[in-house]
């Protein structure tokens, strides 16, 4: 997450989903075969943490 947080670009895209979310839903998808250990975890995780 550390990465995420040093990133300009991740910021707004912070900034668009939660502009999105007032409208609609957001889906986050991932081709990993394993639902628990991929990047999409650690993304859904850090947009929780910066959008509550």
Known sequence: MEQLNSR???AQFA???RNLLHDANITL???A???HINHV???RDWLL???T
């Open 29 to 31: 998808l991932y081709a």
């Open 49 to 51: 943490e910066r959008l």
């Open 15 to 17: 900034d668009d989903v």
């Open 33 to 35: 075969r394993d639902p």
């Open 41 to 43: 975890v650690i993304l």
């Open 8 to 10: 300009p670009e991740a």
